[in-house]
């Protein structure tokens, strides 16, 4: 084998803290090495053309590079050295970037670990043997999960460019947290009037199926080829009868029910229609308050019925569905004021969050968009408004900025002035965050133009007095403490991950934070792309985004579906698990440890049992390769060869001795 | 070309800064700028009446761009920012109608309107232009090194004042340089010197002007050329009360502009009023024409 | 330190600092520009961003009875620099003039200064800077301020011992007089 090495400086990035040219001159000594040198940036078009030429005038059959992580540029040079003519497995990486000059300063020491990566690297190299690529056929029908205004953007955008598209939604309507909005920021139009036409466009868009009341079970495959397992949940209604007619709301007798699009402003029938909006525009029993279920009898709502749609033995069912790409559009839920105590933990009922505050001015609100208070239902003259609840504050474990609040604060305060118009709103905030365009100006608008009062400091303690709620915080731009007597207080509750985040995330073979938040690919570079490959995000599971950035995060998700899609073939990693048939004796370990159900029970023509692994299935974990008894399973590219043929360059000593 | 232009001493300019007055007449006749002094003028109320009221502001102000205004004059010029800005902010309020009623009720005869105020010093660099003052230059100030000091408000606002930079004025600088003298650009030429506070609040002049002694010191300049008779004396005049409070020893002399120009010029009269100055300024005044001779 | 009781606080403070000032108080974002740039904000017993927050939130006393507001000079550094163009020095002067009129002057030399010096434009139609300090000397009961300097000034010629009225130094007076006038009114 004739190797070459290439070792990178990054700038001042690896040369800094490590003598590249040491270690070049180092690895001339290793075997098999014919070519050494160091590079000023390996990854740019000279320092490519370098390996290249050296490949060529050299006459290489393998190239070592230390530089970066792989994650960074291990495909920038396996390109690079099959250009040359070479297998691209015929190339390894050392990493002496984040293994060795960012993380130590002293140069010798790093510049010594730098020589004994890159000699592990070549000593593996010499074990490395060339792989192919297989190509497999692409399922192009997409899945999205979550119909907010994320999911609904993706599953338009998706359906608009010619694909199958299947749009699960938890809840009975799609629409999300947008559809209970009353206005939306910084132009303050109708939130539902401008959603309202994309959720029409859903239904009626040939292209789409919609699960809605419905939630992903389980996940199989691999991209280009998932098997989805959905839970249809019960709504004891049959939805091909259901015309959406509302009779049965009007008849039903258990009126107070707990009303979960008005996030608990008034109450609803035990089976409704959450919205006059709703798409589908079906009805659903909610069994914890339906008399038939808790008491046993009633049916009104089945006598009333024009179509005979209600069916009280209705039960949940389950669909499978394939396709080649999975969307996460799973959205956010709202912070749980009870963690502050000192706002009252939910028990003064003229403090309310800024969600319940929507549905108090929309106009298809319990109150019909009057602005009363819910204690005593009157107008309320002094509003104050609390940023910052749940939002950057290490004591209830929310250090994070939820992004939204401060331009929804300053939008509702506009609005209370136009609901009310000889009404004070008074916003106490930390900061201003107002950074989207035309942004700023609106919050200027909500202070110069409504007379908003921005008082800067936290809020510490709010107590009723009479029918009055006194709000004790800080104005620290005056210096002291102030006191507001408030009719309304409205607490502007942050964003957190929706429940079952996780387990989704786990479904789904993707990772999240430690807040819930679905983890992108790249910070910066891959933001709607998560490191399992085909599946996508898109809107705020990522992290709390407002309507334009879901929005644009929805279509960007379509386009990575679509632009995933316009091939159709796709090549495997060659660097999966193959089972040595000689070796096997069929215990099968490998078969129960297999988290993607990659392996399988065969025979041989001796019927004897035998483990043979599916390629397209296997993800190259390696999990089976430790169960193995025998070592008759190896990992392509990772076998126990080139990881012991690593060991022993790096320690040398000790492999003698044993 | 010979400008003719109403002319506002100021009453400072008949007690306190009267080597400013000196000077100004006699730069401005050596630069054939004819100064028609308004006849019977009176104060315009300076920072006092502003501070108290400012419809009586603007009407001890209106009274002497009227009696201008009848003498044919839509312009008058002064020597002095502060009659300048109570000017200039009273002709600019009374372009408000209910703020001109409010202001001619207080009045014997009403203002009209229409006056436009202008410092000399603008007068100097935009009427007269700095080729004729450096055709008009005698014995040229090569080697005296000055910092110009412009005062807060000869320049602010911007919308009111309009003349030159409202953060680095230039016009006191390139005049400076069109008689030869070496300009060391000052970096507090708007800042305050503390204003008419001397009498009632001794150490915020103390602090504020001592200040600017001290960052012109750090320059090395050999003197400080200032506009403004309120900038003057508390440079000048108060120099002891800041060394005293500051405990510093500054002997930096404080010219106006117009002595210097008097001095290029070889005016006797107003180099004469040098003598008026309370820092001496003859060390600084032996530099020039010296400056070959050092370097030789 | 009291609480400051916003809800229950003066609107109407707010509203005739603007009406008198021309200015939107609600367009300052409290960015703290004029403090920084005020020379006098070592003498200031409140910066003058604070004054503007505090009469943002009505609090008429405190701000009234503020030092700061006989103190400022009016240099406008504050107000050629806001960003968001609030006439601050403009706000500062007028706020002095309703301390003035509320019969209030925490800074009674300033005021006193003040009044010396208008009196004597009254009397003679112009300033008479010897009347102005005598008066002032008088008032205050200061009678050493600046005496320290005489000596230097006396010889110089600087300050005419004698007043130099003006002709029409009854008209100055008539200001004066109707000013009174439409201010009893």
New interface residues.
Partial sequence: MRIGVFICHCGSNIAGTVDCAKVADAAKAFPDVVHAEDTMYACSEPGQQGIIDAIHEKNLTGVVVASCTPRMHEPTFRRAVERAGLNKYMFEMANIREHVSWIGKDKELNTNKAIDLVMMAAEKLRHNAPLMAKKFDINKRVLIIGGGVAGIQAALDCAEGGLEVVLVEKTTSIGGKMAKLDKTFPTVDCSCCILGPKMVDVAQHPNITLYAHAEVEEVNGYIGNFEIRIKQKTTYVDWEKCTGCGLCMEKCPSKKSYDHFNNGVGTTTAINIPFPQAIPKKAKIDAEYCRMFTKGKCGVCAKVCPTGAISFEMTDTEVTENVGAIVAATGYDLFDHAKYPEYGAGKYPDVITSIQYERLMSASGPTSGHIKRPSDGKEPK?VVFIQCVGSRDKSVNRPYCSGFCCMYTAKQAILTKDHIPDS?S?VFYMDIRSPGKDYDEFV?RS??QY?T?Y??GRVSLIYPQGDKMIV?GA?T??????????DLVVLAVGAESAAGAPQLAEKLRISYDSYGFYMESHPKLKPVETNTAGVFLAGACQGPKDIPSSVGQGSAAAAKVLSLFSKDQLESDPQIALVNASRCIGCYKCVETCPFGAVKEEQDRFNNPKARVIETICQGCGVCTVTCPQSAIQLQHFTDNQILAEVKALCPSMMVKN | MSIRISYYPGCSGKGTSSEYETSTTGVCQALDVDLVEIPDWSCCGSTPAHTVNHVLSSALSARNLTLAEQEGFDTVTTPCPSCLSNLKIAEHKMRKESFREAVNELLDQPYGGGVDTKSVLQVLVENVGLDKVRERVKTPLEGLKVACYYGCIMNRPPEVMDFDDHEHPMAMDNLMEAIGAEVIPFPLKVECCGASFGIPQQNIVTTLSGKLLEVAKGLGVDALVTACPLCQMNLDLRQGQINAAQGTQHSLPIFYFTQLMAKAFDLSDAVQGMKRLIVNPQKALAKIGQADKEIA | ????????ADNTFTAEVEKRSGQ?L??C??CGNCTAGCPFSFAYDIQV??IM??V??G?RDKVLQCHSIWLCASCQSCTTRCPNNIDVAGVMDHIRHMAREAGLATERKVKVFVDSFLDSVERHGRVYEMGLMVSYMAKTGRVFTDVELAPKVLPKGKLPLKPHSIKGKEQIAAIFKRFREVKSK
């Fill in positions: 002094n004070r008074f200027r202070i110069e007379d009062q008082i800067r004790r104005d731009l005056a210096g002291a403490q102030v006191e507001v007597e408030a | 330190m009291n609480t400051y009781k916003i809800t229950a939107d609600n367009a974002y409290q961003s604070n927050r505090l943002q939130i609090q």
